[in-house]
C-alpha cells in the first residue's frame, strides 16, 4: 500500500534523477556511502515514523502535554517513539564518525526527517531541536562541552532546547534581558525569564540541554552584548553522570492551537528555587566567545529556518497524499455532460475543480520539497566544497535562498493544508479526518524561528543586497543555468524557460529600481510581498529544473510532473506581475496610514 505520509517515488526522483545524490559519494567525507546506504536509511525512516510516530499523531493533538505544577505528563506512545528513533541511531544521521554518527549527506538527513515531520510533528520536534543544538555546538562549543552534552544527545540520553525568545524580545532580539554573572571558576550564573520555550521541560530524556541567549552585564547594548550558555536541567559530573538539579524551572505550559505534541514552555532561570553549589542562579556554561552569542544561535536558525520550511512541506505533502486519496473515494455529482440523473454518482476527483485543488497542492508540495532538498545539497557543498570558490558560491546562493526555503513552504504548503481541507468538503472540517491537524499543526510555521515578515526584510533588506549583491547574482547565475538547460531541449521546456527568464530579470531590475532612490522606508515597507514574488520565482526555477530532470522519461510519474510543472507557470508565476509592479512603484499605502484611521 501506498504511503499517505510522504511518496518514496518523488524523493527518489529528487534525490537520484535530479540531484545526483549518489554523486556526493565521490566526496572523502561521504565515501563511505553509496546509493545502497541511502536507501536503506530511508527505508528505515519510513518504517519508524510510520510505525511508531503516525499511530499516536492524533492522540498527541487530543491529549496535549499537562503540567500539575510539578511534573509535566505526556502521553507514553510519544517516549516509546523517541526510543525507537534513538536506537535506530537516527540522531547521529548526519554528524561526525568521529561523535559516533553516520555522517550521512545532509540532503539524505533532510529526506529522511520529513517522514517523522509528517508522521508527527509534535512527537518529532525533541529530536528535531536536540539536532539543532547539537550542531550548534559542535561547531562552536569546547571539546569539553561536546563530550559531555553533544554525545549523550546523539544516543538520545539528553534533548536539547533553543531559549532566544522572551515576552518583550521575540522578533526583537536586541531587546533580551536574561542575564549572565561571571563566577571566578569560569561559570556562569543565568538569570532570567524565556517565553515559548519547545521541549523545554519533561521527562522523556535523562537531561535537557538548554541553549541560553543572555546578556553579562558591562556588554555591549543590543544584539552585540548577546552571549550563549549551556544550560543543563541537571548539572553533569566530570563522568557523565547525572549531578544536582540546577535553578532552571517550569513556570507553565503555553496551550497551542497545534503542534500539541511538543511542550512548549515558559521557563525561569535563577529564581532560586533550587540553589546547586549552594547558591541561587542557574550554573551556565560560556559557548565560544563572550557577546558573539546571537552569531552562534544563526548557525542553528539558519538550519532550523530549512527546517522548519522542511516540517511546513511534510505537513503540506501528507495533507496532499490524504487528499488525494479521499478525493478518488468520495463519490459525489456527476460530470457537466451527464444528462442522467439516475447515473451514478462519480468520485469528486472527476471534478475539474477538485482536480485543480489536488494540482495546486502537488505543485506546491512538490515544489517546496524539492527546494527543501535543493537547499540542504548546497550545505552539503559548503561542508565538503572541493575549492573555496565552490564553497562561497553555495554559501551565496544558500543565503538568499535560506528565508524563502523557510517563507514560501511556510505559506503555499499551509496553503494546501487548507485546500485539503477544502477537498474533503465537511468531513475536512471534523476531527475524524486527519487534515484539519495538519492544517492547526502548519500554522506555527510562518510564526517561528523568524515571522513571515522578519523573513521578508532578512531577504529584501540584507540577503538581496549584500556583498554588492553577491547572493543575488549567485541566484541569477542558477537560475541562467536551467534556462539554458531547457532552451537547448526545446519544445515546452524552452517555452517555459522563456517565461522564467523574463520574470526574474523583471524581479532583478525591481530589486535595483527599489533602493536606486534611497527610499528605505518605502522599499522595505513592502518587504513582505517582495519575499512573496521572489519566492514564486525561486520555486518556478525549481520546477523548471525538476522538469528538465524528467525530460524524455514516459510514464504517469514523469507525466505528473509534468503536468504539476505546467500549472504553475499557468496559474502561480504570473501571479507576481502585479506584485512586482506594485513594488518598483514604492507604494506608501500601507506606510501612510495612519493609527487613527484604522
Ligand atoms: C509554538 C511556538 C514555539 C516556539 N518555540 C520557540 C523556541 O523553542 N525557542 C524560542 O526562543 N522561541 C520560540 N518561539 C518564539 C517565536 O520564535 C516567536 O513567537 C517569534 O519569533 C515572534 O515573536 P513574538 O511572538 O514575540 O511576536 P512579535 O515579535 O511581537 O511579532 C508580532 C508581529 O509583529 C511583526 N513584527 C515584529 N517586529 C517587526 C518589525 N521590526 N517590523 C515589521 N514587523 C514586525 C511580526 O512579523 C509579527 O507579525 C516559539 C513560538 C511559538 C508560537
Redesign the pocket.
Known amino acids: 500500500m501506498r504511503s499517505t505520509l510522504l511518496s518514496r517515488r518523488d524523493l527518489d526522483f529528487l534525490l537520484y534523477e535530479w540531484l545526483d545524490v549518489e554523486g556526493l559519494t565521490a566526496r572523502e567525507r561521504f565515501a563511505d556511502h553509496s546509493r545502497e546506504t541511502f536507501d536503506g536509511v530511508l527505508d528505515l525512516c519510513e518504517q519508524v515514523a510510520t510505525k511508531y510516530f503516525a499511530p499516536h499523531n492524533k492522540l498527541n493533538d487530543a491529549n496535549e502535554p499537562t503540567f500539575d505544577g510539578d511534573r509535566v505528563t505526556i502521553i507514553p506512545e510519544v517516549a516509546t517513539a523517541l526510543d525507537a528513533f534513538a536506537k535506530a541511531d537516527l540522531l547521529g544521521m548526519t554528524f561526525d564518525n568521529r561523535f559516533g554518527g553516520a555522517q550521512l549527506p545532509f540532503t539524505v538527513g533532510t529526506a529522511c526527517f520529513a517522514w517523522f515531520q509528517a508522521a508527527n510533528v509534535g512527537t518529532s520536534g525533541y529530536p528535531f531541536?536536540t539536532l539543532g543544538n547539537a550542531n550548534l555546538l559542535v561547531a562552536h562549543a569546547s571539546d569539553e562541552l561536546i563530550d559531555t552534552y553533544v554525545r549523550p544527545m546523539l544516543d538520545g540520553r539528553f534533548f536539547g532546547?533553543?531559549?532566544?525568545?522572551e515576552t518583550q524580545a521575540?522578533?526583537?532580539l536586541a531587546d533580551i534581558v536574561t542575564r549572565a554573572e561571571p563566577r571566578d571558576d569560569g561559570t556562569y550564573r543565568v538569570f532570567g525569564n524565556k517565553m515559548?520555550?519547545?521541549g523545554g521541560d519533561h521527562e522523556l530524556t535523562e537531561n535537557i540541554v538548554h541553549l541560553v541567549l543572555a546578556k553579562i552585564p558591562g556588554g555591549p547594548a543590543g544584539t552585540k552584548g548577546i552571549s550563549l550558555f549551556v544550560v543543563p536541567r541537571f548539572l553533569v559530573h566530570p563522568d557523565g553522570s547525572i549531578g544536582e538539579r540546577n535553578d532552571v524551572v517550569l513556570a507553565g505550559l503555553n496551550h497551542?492551537m497545534g503542534?500539541r505534541g511538543t511542550t512548549?514552555t515558559v521557563l525561569n532561570f535563577g529564581e532560586g528555587r533550587y540553589t546547586p553549589g549552594g547558591a541561587a542562579g542557574a550554573v551556565g556554561y560560556l559557548v565560544g566567545e563572550q557577546h558573539r552569542g546571537l552569531a552562534y544561535m544563526f548557525h542553528m536558525m539558519n538550519e532550523a529556518r530549512l527546517g522548519v520550511g522542511l516540517c511546513a512541506t511534510s505537513l503540506g505533502y501528507t495533507g496532499y497524499l490524504k487528499s488525494l486519496e479521499y478525493a478518488r473515494a468520495r463519490e459525489q455529482g456527476r460530470s457537466p455532460l451527464s444528462k442522467d440523473p439516475s447515473a451514478a454518482q462519480v468520485p469528486i476527483i472527476g471534478h475539474a475543480d477538485v482536480k485543480r485543488m489536488l494540482l495546486a497542492q502537488k505543485s506546491y508540495v512538490e515544489g517546496a520539497l524539492a527546494l527543501n532538498l535543493y537547499c540542504s545539497r548546497l550545505v552539503d557543498l559548503q561542508h565538503t566544497a572541493e575549492s573555496d570558490d565552490e564553497r562561497s558560491g553555495a554559501t551565496a546562493l544558500l543565503d538568499i535562498l535560506t528565508p524563502v526555503a523557510k517563507s514560501w513552504p511556510s505559506q503555499w504548503c499551509l496553503e494546501a493544508n487548507s485546500l485539503a481541507i477544502q477537498v474533503h468538503g465537511g468531513y475536512g472540517y471534523t476531527r475524524e479526518y486527519d487534515v484539519e491537524q495538519h492544517y492547526r499543526d502548519n500554522r506555527?510555521n510562518p510564526?517561528?524561528?523568524?515571522?513571515?515578515?522578519?523573513q521578508g526584510?532578512d531577504l529584501l533588506g540584507r540577503k538581496a543586497v549584500q556583498n554588492g549583491g553577491a547572493s543575488l547574482l549567485a541566484f541569477g547565475g542558477a537560475l541562467s543555468g536551467t534556462v539554458a538547460a531547457a532552451t537547448e531541449r526545446g519544445g515546452e521546456l524552452a517555452e517555459l524557460g522563456v517565461a522564467l527568464q523574463a520574470t526574474s530579470q523583471r524581479l532583478l531590475a525591481v530589486t535595483a529600481e527599489m533602493f536606486a532612490g534611497g527610499d528605505i522606508e518605502a522599499a522595505m515597507a513592502n518587504s513582505s510581498i517582495y519575499l512573496e514574488a521572489f519566492g514564486h520565482v525561486v520555486v518556478a526555477w525549481i520546477w523548471l529544473e525538476q522538469l528538465v530532470a524528467a525530460d524524455g522519461k514516459t510514464g504517469d510519474f514523469y507525466d505528473g510532473k509534468r503536468q504539476a510543472g505546467r500549472y504553475f507557470y499557468r496559474y502561480e508565476l504570473p501571479k507576481t506581475a502585479p506584485q512586482l509592479d506594485l513594488l518598483a512603484s514604492l507604494d506608501r499605502t500601507t506606510l501612510d496610514m495612519s493609527d487613527a484611521w484604522f
Open positions: 531541536l532546547t533553543m531559549c532566544l525568545s521575540g522578533s526583537s515559548w520555550i519547545s497551542k503542534f512548549n506555527l510564526i517561528h524561528e523568524g515571522t513571515h515578515g522578519i526584510m
